[in-house]
């Protein structure tokens, strides 16, 4: 099991940045290949970034290359999204999750999720 919490949120200007964090505990947070998904009102939760267990992967949404990037630090349990150059579309609840198997793209894939955090971008 692992319990994930995120952080970072908040209200932000168009072309501003924000860095997420994702804290992980209980199991060896390393074990985990992990992702960020994220979901405005009304819309089912897509896929954002994910990494693999030793961040020797990583896998990018098309609608945020080149503007997130996610890394993460396994010493301190904890996962990051960095978001450069944000647009009012990016406005959603971010939500870290972890995955025991491979990463990928589908919600399904993954068995943790965090309670999520606020992205609101303002124009």
């Known amino acids: 099991q692992v319990q994930l919490v995120e952080s970072g949120g908040g209200l932000v200007q168009a072309g501003g940045s924000l860095r997420l964090s994702c804290a992980a505990s209980g199991r060896t947070f390393s074990w985990y290949g992990m992702g960020w998904f994220r979901q405005a009102p009304g819309k089912e939760r897509e896929f954002v970034a994910a990494?693999?267990?030793?961040?020797?992967?990583?896998y990018y949404a098309d609608f945020v290359k080149g503007r997130f990037t996610i890394s993460r630090d396994n010493a301190k349990n904890t996962m990051y999204l960095q978001m450069n150059s944000l647009k009012p579309e990016d406005t959603a609840v971010y939500y870290c999750?972890?995955?025991?198997?491979?990463?990928?793209?589908?919600?399904?894939?993954?068995?943790?999720w965090g309670q999520g955090t606020q992205v609101t971008v303002s124009s």
């Open positions: 999750a972890a995955s025991g198997r491979m990463i990928g793209i589908a919600v399904e894939q993954y068995d943790y």
């Open positions: 990494t693999s267990r030793s961040a020797d992967s990583t």
